[in-house]
T-cell receptor, first 114, second 112 residues
Framework: DAKTTQPTSMDCAEGRAANLPCNHS???????VYWYRQIHSQGPQYIIH???NNETNEMASLIITEDRKSSTLILPHATLRDTAVYYC???????????????FGTGTRLQVTL | DVKVTQSSRYLVKRTGEKVFLECVQD?????MFWYRQDPGLGLRLIYF???????EKGDIPEGYSVSREKKERFSLILESASTNQTSMYLC???????????FGDGTRLSIL
């Protein structure tokens, strides 16, 4: 799986958009980009994933550059409850009868402040 | 919403004990995983299963075994617990292909 690079930490004011970047310059054509977050002492929470098109769900938006070498997770109106470590992961889709693990890097620690 | 339920949030056991960690998912997913998470080491895959009664070793299977008798349930067994198995244990389930893995809340296991 391709390696990802994320900033160690970021701050965001409550109510503002949080834009979390991720670099995955060695991504290959069949690898998806996944975003998770982990709040202290809880299991990782799935946020969103995509292949090459931009994606949006009730939690966030995912913007993937045209060359797919980087992406940005956008939390449109950050709240204090969004304070967490955010992980960007690149993974090949598993074939039927197989499965592939997730490799979490160090992620970005997002601090949302009043 | 996908629900992955781990039987205990916190567990304290003694060295040498046989320990069972249970995980149940409600989405009829084929794939299930057991990871452990330690500070500075990230998530490490212990075992996974892609079907009932099927299992595959992950990166750190030593000292562990698993059981998957029913599709919705995946159990992790510490055959003879040791202090270096003190950790946060995370179960995940996943549908086919590119579907994301969904995690339980984790079990923080302490071996004394």
């Amino acid at each position: 799986d391709a390696k990802t690079t994320q900033p160690t930490s970021m701050d965001c004011a409550e109510g503002r958009a949080a834009n979390l970047p991720c670099n995955h310059s060695t991504i290959s054509g069949n690898e998806y980009v996944y975003w998770y977050r982990q709040i202290h002492s809880q299991g990782p929470q799935y946020i969103i994933h995509g292949l090459k098109n931009n994606e949006t769900n009730e939690m966030a938006s995912l913007i993937i550059t045209e060359d797919r070498k980087s992406s940005t997770l956008i939390l449109p109106h950050a709240t204090l409850r969004d304070t967490a470590v955010y992980y960007c992961i690149v993974r090949v889709a598993g074939l039927a009868g197989t499965a592939s693990k997730l490799t979490f890097g160090t992620g970005t620690r997002l601090q949302v402040t009043l | 919403d996908v629900k992955v339920t781990q039987s205990s949030r916190y567990l304290v056991k003694r060295t040498g004990e046989k320990v069972f960690l249970e995980c149940v998912q409600d989405m009829d997913h084929e794939n299930m995983f057991w990871y452990r998470q330690d500070p500075g080491l990230g998530l490490r895959l212990i075992y996974f299963s892609y079907d009932v009664k099927m299992k595959e070793k992950g990166d750190i299977p030593e000292g562990y075994s698993v059981s998957r008798e029913k599709k919705e349930r995946f159990s992790l067994i510490l055959e003879s617990a040791s202090t270096n198995q003190t950790s946060m244990y995370l179960c995940a389930s996943q549908g086919q292909g590119y579907q994301p893995q969904h995690f339980g809340d984790g079990t923080r296991l302490s071996i004394l």
